[in-house]
């Protein structure tokens, strides 16, 4: 993956958008050339067989989430911010990307469609297929989602 510096170019194309004040994952999928400001982050597709839409979906999981706030400390901070060498901290597994990518493309065509939308029943779906991805355990699963 490629967190760039700005420049015109990186916005031209396919990429994935992190908030930077935040003290949690807050990140989307563009492909329409949005220019951003100094508040994200961008994730550029870089020359490997890794969607940016897999990786989108990994981000917005509750797995990553929870692992994000374990390894910062900004939760809860009043100027709490995404650092690019904690997002490079993440563990991304590649398996086989396509569930997901489906999973992602139905939320993004329902968002598009209606932002307002509700898509907590895709996004759920989208969490089992990460804890599969990443072979939790029913007891782990508890933990990720605070039922333990």
């Known amino acids: 993956m490629d967190f760039s510096l700005r420049n015109e170019e990186i916005f031209n194309d396919p990429k994935i958008i992190v908030r930077q004040t935040a003290d949690c994952l807050i990140a989307t999928f563009d492909d329409q050339k949005f220019i951003t400001r100094h508040s994200t982050h961008i994730i550029r597709k870089q020359k490997n067989n890794l969607s940016l839409k897999y990786v989108l979906g990994l981000l917005n999981s509750k797995l990553l989430s929870f692992y994000y706030r374990l390894i910062v400390s900004e939760t809860g901070k009043t100027f709490a911010e995404v650092k690019i060498v904690n ?5 991304i597994v590649i398996k086989d990307q396509n569930d997901l990518v489906t999973k992602v493309d139905n ?20 969490d ?20 333990q």
């Open 87 to 91: 997002l490079t901290r993440l563990p």
């Open 107 to 126: 939320i993004l065509a329902v968002k598009k469609s209606n932002p307002k939308a509700d898509a907590t029943d895709l996004e759920h779906e989208i």
């Open 128 to 147: 089992q297929l990460v804890y599969k991805l990443y072979s939790l355990t029913p007891e782990e699963i508890k933990i990720v989602e605070g039922k």
